[in-house]
């Protein structure tokens, strides 16, 4: 498979990001190993994409492989005569045919580990979902920020914005 350097960047990218940084604060270990779920999801995510990327770049290469025994072929329609079990006669049309065959091969793996890392992906964020942290308790503020309020006059409800101004 043919790559470029920015499809080479961009793979090498997709598998640094779960990495983490050393100046990004590493929350300590929980004592019921869910920090390994949560660096094994984004893993599982980046994979994923990095297979698609290989997958979608095998696809390209593939297609240029047949578009090129296919040119190949209206130009001399006599030699891409096929025998009796489907093959080329001539040889080296056969060689690239199977080379496309291949490469299609290879597009199939690269999708098919790109759906399977996606539902691992997809099934450890759902296993990540922890019920036991409850979000912090933000009191409701009503004299500032958006929220609704009864139009005492009509019974219409309003949007409306509070400014704090002053002092309470």
């Known amino acids: 498979m043919r790559t470029t350097p920015g499809l080479r960047s961009l793979l090498l990218l997709a598998l ?5 940084l050393r100046a990004q604060a590493i929350d300590p270990p929980r004592p019921d190993g869910s920090s390994v779920m949560a660096y094994a999801k984004w ?54 045919f199977q080379d496309v ?25 759902l296993l990540d979902l922890d019920a036991d942290d409850d979000p912090d308790n933000v009191p409701y503020d009503p004299e500032r920020g958006f929220g609704l309020r009864n139009n005492p006059s009509d019974g219409r409800a309003e949007l409306v914005y509070v400014l704090p101004l002053g002092r309470r």
Do not use: K, W
Request: aromatic share 4%.
């Open 16 to 20: 640094l990001a779960p990495l983490p």
């Open 101 to 125: 065959l291949d490469a299609d091969g290879r597009v199939r793996t690269a999708l098919i580990v790109s759906q399977v890392a996606v539902a691992a992906a997809v099934a450890m964020f």
């Open 43 to 96: 893993g599982a995510l980046g994979a994923a994409v990095t297979a698609g990327v290989i997958g979608f770049a095998a696809h390209n290469d593939a297609d240029g492989l047949f578009d090129d025994l296919e040119a190949i072929c209206e130009d001399d329609p006599v030699r891409c005569r096929l025998d009796d079990n489907g093959a080329y006669i001539d040889a080296e049309l056969e060689r690239r």
